[in-house]
């Protein structure tokens, strides 16, 4: 199964969060790269079906964005999100899977296996107001995993994390793109660069790279920080470079 | 002779327990993450998913007690003011100024504050992404506990309406006045506010939406306002048709508002 976006576009008043954003994305990690207000956000967004774009599609086999059977395959995780008053992470977790549509069995049962995941088991029936922003981050990605998603998309989910739950985040997210599509956007290029499949860039809104560490051929951080510079037209584009609406040859 | 094995072999029991130590499962999460765990998983534990109904009896354990509360002490209220002991001349006489129906209608703009309330509450706590991503999204959950309070806000209404032509020596335009207007009024005014603005501010506004709209109950009896309008032939119906309307087409604008993350763009950094 593919993600396939087409034409994707929203704009706000005078600036456009996303332009003419297509690609197909299969199963494997995806690294979304772009610095602060290049429209990720957005795009993940209309990903989740959370905005609606203003043209454009998103279809995952045959369900559309807005449908229940589309919404039933995601996992996401926002940048921030919040909780009731009083939730404990366990609380927090079957609630959301009531949400998910799983059964009060099967939901007590992913939980608890959530919770051991991401290391929350012993504080399970703590308050969330009590948790520090790792613990916290660590549960939202619990979440984005209860309905044992197809399509992952998840939204800087590295802010707050220690570095050693950096490394066990990376494992995971790796072990969970071999079954699964996982998109992840950050701006920190190291958390992709070692399990990224493909990397994705964007900037002003705009798909300005799609292709895979091959195609860029050296450091990743540097290949980011040059796309943020003038482009010099006289040099050769690498490959997955989009121009317009194509891609050069490497792309998808 | 029969006693005394077993009691050998408790013995035995607790001995074995306090010497043997139970190891902790070694790959335990490398089992979890495997893919025959995983696809023997998805086919057989995870594959029936709750329907509908089953979805309404969930949402409506989160739904916070202080709204059944409410409802209940609203409920009460109106039983006790009308019971025979409260009829005896003192309480009476001190009752004179506000009697039963314009004490409830006083009361039922709070009803219909709690009930938009928990329709905000997603907003407020910063659920609106997570539930909208979720299948059974935003706008179900807001369906389901409009939906559940709604009926249950009815039904006291319901049942309320005919105790003021029996007890309350009220007719029914009177007591329709009392009861049902301040609750249409209170939902008129009170969904644009929950649209258009969020966190403290919203709680704030609402607030002194329902405590002006209970005031306005209050000071309308005590100036005799409200029996001149239910003097006024066909003006209480007409006011219940125009608010009811209103609430409708409000409830609705807002239900359609929570299909999509409502978000400016301004707020990214």
Redo the contacts between chains.
């Keep these: 199964m593919e993600l396939h976006i087409d034409r994707l576009s929203k704009h706000?008043?005078n600036?456009i969060?996303a332009d003419r954003i297509s690609l197909s994305l299969g199963r494997g990690v995806h690294g979304l790269l772009g610095a602060?207000?290049a429209g990720k956000?957005?795009l993940m967004?209309m990903i989740?079906?959370?905005?609606?774009p203003d043209s454009g599609t998103v279809t995952f086999g045959r369900a559309d964005v807005s449908t229940?059977e589309y919404?039933?395959i995601?996992g996401?995780l926002?940048q921030?999100?919040?909780?009731?008053?009083g939730f404990t992470a366990e609380d927090f977790l079957m609630?959301?899977a009531?949400?998910?549509?799983?059964?009060?069995t099967?939901a007590r049962?992913?939980t608890e296996?959530l919770l051991?995941?991401v290391g929350l088991e012993t504080h399970k029936k703590q308050k969330i107001k009590t948790y520090s922003g790792g613990m916290k981050q660590r549960l939202g990605i619990a979440?984005a995993l209860l309905?044992?998603p197809k399509l992952l998309v998840l939204d800087e989910p590295t802010a707050g994390l220690d570095p050693k739950e950096r490394v066990r985040f990376r494992e995971m997210i790796d072990?969970i793109g071999?079954?699964s599509i996982v998109l992840l956007s950050t701006h920190i290029v190291s958390d992709i660069e070692l399990i990224a499949d493909r990397i994705l860039m964007m900037k002003d809104g705009r798909l300005i790279f799609n292709g895979t560490h091959e195609d860029i051929g050296e450091n990743l951080e540097e290949f980011y920080l040059k796309q943020f510079d003038d482009i010099n037209p006289s040099a050769p584009a690498p490959a997955g470079t989009v121009t317009g609406s194509k891609i050069k040859h490497g792309g998808i | 002779m029969k006693r005394n094995h077993f009691k050998q072999k408790t013995l035995l029991t607790k001995t074995l327990r306090s010497l043997y130590t139970v190891p902790a499962p070694e790959r335990?999460?490398t089992f979890?993450?495997s893919?025959d765990y995983?696809a023997a998983?998805?086919e057989t534990?995870?594959s029936?998913?709750?329907s509908w109904s089953?979805?309404l009896q969930?949402?409506m354990h989160?739904i916070r007690k202080w709204n059944w509360l409410l409802t209940l002490c609203i409920f009460a209220a109106a039983i006790l003011l009308t019971l025979h002991p409260w009829q005896t001349p003192a309480p009476q006489e001190q009752l004179q100024e506000l009697s039963t129906p314009v004490i409830l209608s006083a009361c039922i703009p709070f009803l219909a504050l709690a009930t938009i309330a928990e329709a905000g509450?997603s907003a407020r706590?910063?659920?609106e992404?997570?539930?909208?991503?979720?299948?059974?999204?935003l706008h179900a959950?807001l369906c389901a506990r409009l939906g559940i309070l709604g009926v249950e806000n009815l039904l006291l209404l319901a049942v309320l309406m005919p105790l003021g032509p029996h007890f309350w020596e009220t007719d029914l335009s009177m007591t329709a006045a009392c009861i049902l207007l301040p609750y249409l009024l209170t939902c008129t005014l009170t969904l644009p506010a929950v649209r258009k603005l969020r966190g403290r501010d919203c709680t704030i506004l609402c607030t002194g939406i329902s405590a002006l709209v209970s005031v306005f109950f209050l000071t309308a009896y005590a100036a005799d306002f409200l029996t001149r309008a239910v003097d006024t032939p066909a003006l209480i119906p007409a006011a219940l048709l125009f608010f009811g309307v209103a609430a409708v087409l409000e409830l609705r604008k807002y239900i359609r508002q929570s299909?999509?993350?409502t978000?400016?763009?301004?707020l990214?950094?």
């Design positions: 706000y008043k600036k969060a602060n207000g956000t957005t967004r989740c079906g959370i905005l609606r229940e919404r039933s995601l996401y926002p921030d999100f919040g909780y009731y008053p609630y959301m009531a949400l998910k549509g799983l059964r009060k099967d049962c992913r296996e051991s995941l979440q309905n044992r072990r071999q079954e | 335990k999460d979890f993450q893919s995983r998983a998805r534990l995870y029936p998913r709750i089953v979805f969930t949402q989160y509450r706590f910063g659920m992404e997570l539930e909208l991503s979720a299948r059974f999204s959950v299909e999509e993350l978000w400016n763009f301004t990214t950094g």
